[in-house]
C-alpha cells in the first residue's frame, strides 16, 4: 500500500514559489483508506516503544500527529510558527529552501525525560525538522523518531536531523 499512497501524491509545479515542485497529499487525506494506513504506517514506526509524547510540525504535521498519538496513548503537541501558542515558548529559527521562520514550543509541553515522536508530511532540507530537534532537545527529552510520510533524498535534509529518521515514501 505504500505504493498506493505514492501515487496518489499530487505534484505541483512552482508552488509556493517558482522551481519548487510541491508534493501534495491532499488525495492521501481525501480518502479515509490511504489516510487511515498513512497514520498507521506512521503509529509502526515507534516498533513497540513508549512515547509519552508525539510532536506534530505545524500545519501538516498536525493532521497526521493528533490521530498518531491517540492510537499510541500519548499526548499530542503542536509545534508552531509565532505567534500562536499563548504561554511561555522557547523558540528556534530556521531556513527553508524558499526563505526563514522561526518555530516555538510552550516550555511546559513536555516534561525532562519523556519519549518523543516527531511527526511531519514532508521531509526536503531538514530545517524546519533539525530545527524542531534543537528546540525539543531544549525541554530535555529523548527523540525516539522523527517521521515523515514523503521524503526528498535528494535534498539529503536527514543528514541536518540530530535524531533518528523515517520516511514512508521516498523520492530521489
Known amino acids: ?16 514559489i517558482p522551481g ?64 500562536k501558542l499563548p504561554y511561555k515558548t522557547y523558540e528556534e529559527s530556521y531556513s527553508l529552501e524558499y526563505g526563514e521562520n522561526t518555530l516555538q514550543i510552550h516550555q511546559d509541553a513536555i516534561l525532562p525525560g519523556e519519549k518523543v515522536l516527531i511527526i511531519d508530511d514532508l521531509l526536503a532540507t531538514g530545517g524546519t525538522a533539525a530545527a524542531t530537534v534543537d528546540l525539543i532537545k531544549k525541554l530535555g527529552v529523548e527523540i525516539i523518531n522523527v517521521a515523515f510520510i514523503i521524503e526528498l533524498n535528494a535534498l539529503n535534509g536527514r543528514e541536518k536531523i540530530d535524531a533518528p529518521v523515517s520516511s514512508i515514501i521516498q523520492y530521489t
Open 20 to 83: 519548487i515542485l510541491f508534493k501534495d497529499i491532499s488525495p492521501i487525506l481525501a480518502d479515509p483508506k490511504l489516510l487511515q494506513h498513512s497514520i498507521d504506517l506512521l503509529v509502526n514506526i515507534a516498533d513497540d516503544q513508549k512515547v509519552d509524547k508525539v510532536v506534530g510540525i505545524d500545519a501538516r504535521g498536525f493532521i497526521f500527529g493528533a490521530p498518531v498519538a491517540l492510537a499510541l496513548k500519548a499526548g499530542f503537541i503542536p509545534v508552531r510558527k509565532p505567534g
Open 1 to 16: 500500500m505504500p505504493d498506493r499512497l505514492k501515487s496518489a501524491v499530487r505534484d505541483i509545479p512552482d508552488f509556493p
